[in-house]
């Protein structure tokens, strides 16, 4: 009975960039950081903040508001960099807050809307319905892709 339960229900990590909640699948998910110090690495895109050393491994940060075109925010005291693993992968990704971990349906995501069409739409995987709260599920997959070539080729 317990399997069924697991099958049906996605765990995942909600952030917030600017007044939206993003929400991302909590087995990717590595850590959840206060802010650190970031070097910069010359020649990346601008949304590659630079790289951090988190306990011996050399991570690249990624401004995930400057990565879906929105304005910049200086860092303050919500700020976070949620660490992700895809494909062996670490990535820091730079969110205004990491509000909540959630326990979401998998009846509740629906496929995005054709209405969308922003330049962030297609980082979208879905959207979760969660009692009042509209998440946007986000596909890292797409988020990353230039990030790991960039990351591959270059340092």
Do not use: C
Not at 100 to 127: C, H, K, M, N, Y
Request: glycine share 4%; no cysteine.
């Amino acid at each position: 009975m317990t399997e069924l339960l697991e099958q049906k229900e996605m765990k995942v990590i909600v952030f917030q960039l600017m007044e939206k909640e993003y929400a991302i699948a909590v087995d990717v998910v590595q850590s959840i950081e206060k802010s650190l110090s970031i070097t910069r690495v010359p020649k990346t895109p601008p949304y590659v903040k630079g790289v951090i050393n988190l306990r011996g491994v050399v991570t690249p940060i990624v401004s995930l508001r400057e990565r879906f075109g929105l304005e910049s925010k200086e860092i303050d005291d919500s700020t976070r960099i949620i660490i992700v693993t895809l494909e062996e992968f670490d990535v820091g990704l730079i969110v205004d807050a990491a509000n909540d971990v959630l326990d979401i349906s998998l009846d509740a995501i629906e496929a995005q809307p054709e209405v969308v069409g922003t330049v962030e739409s297609e980082f979208i995987s879905g959207i979760a319905k969660v009692d009042k709260r509209l998440l946007v599920m986000l596909n890292l997959d797409k988020v990353l892709q230039p990030v790991k070539r960039v990351t591959t080729d270059e340092l």
